[in-house]
């Protein structure tokens, strides 16, 4: 795994959340014999966490309250609701988290694939919230290996006027990183872990295999 050292010497941008929690519930995930009830429950609860570090800036407002010994203004979270992307299918698996920590978000799917001729990215479907360009938009996503999906999910997104947006992932390749530090300098990536590399096949090795197929227990 790299370190935040390791990323900037090689001029790579990402967050990596340290927290102990998150570490050692990736690790869970990692191993092959875990069940998919409990990837996907591990997956749940790596979300919370990796929720609470790309929502850490963001900004309060005071508002007037009473408490039942009186009344105080007290800090609340400012402007309109934010939405979570989910990239279909895996970033279905973060959701669920991500909702946990805040149930009154706005939610958008968006769902591409690989066009095996010209192996560009191909939407199938596009579905979020109004008014983007006025929230903060965090785009989930379990693995960004060659980061193709999350680039273009990301371009589309911008095209619907969306401007505050931040991704988050669980495990990451140096080179998806890179492609897409390349593709939006300007939408910081957030993740538990950055691997070693990617493989032929275009998995992240070591990574966790298939996140979709170990999410929905499909092969
Ligand atoms: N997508 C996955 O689910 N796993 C990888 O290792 C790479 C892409």
Request: with cysteine; net charge neutral; charged share 25%.
């Amino acid at each position: 795994m790299l370190t935040e050292q390791d990323l900037i010497d090689r001029g790579l941008k990402a967050t990596i959340v340290r927290h102990p929690l998150v570490q050692h519930k990736l690790t869970l995930m990692r191993m092959k014999e875990q069940p998919t009830s409990a990837f996907r429950a591990l997956l749940r609860e790596i979300s919370w966490l990796l929720c609470f570090e790309v929502t850490r800036d963001q900004p309060l407002e005071n508002r007037s309250i009473e408490t039942p010994v009186q009344a105080m203004d007290a800090p609340m979270l400012k402007g309109r609701k934010l939405a979570f992307i989910s990239i279909l299918r895996a970033g279905n698996g973060m959701l669920d988290g991500m909702l946990d920590v805040i149930p009154s978000a706005r939610v958008g799917h968006v769902g591409l694939y690989r066009d095996p001729e010209t192996l560009q990215a191909v939407e199938y479907y596009y579905k979020v919230p109004n008014n983007m360009e006025d929230r903060l938009i965090v785009v989930v996503d379990p693995m960004l290996a060659t980061g193709n999906s999350a680039i273009s999910a990301i371009h589309r997104l911008k095209q619907g006027g969306a401007r505050d947006i931040r991704f988050v992932c669980l495990i990451s390749a140096p080179e998806g990183v890179e492609a897409f530090n390349k593709a939006h300098p300007d939408v910081p990536v957030v993740t538990a872990a950055v691997d070693e590399k990617l493989n032929d096949h275009g998995y992240i090795v070591p990574g966790l295999g298939d996140a979709g197929d170990r999410i929905f227990g499909t092969k």
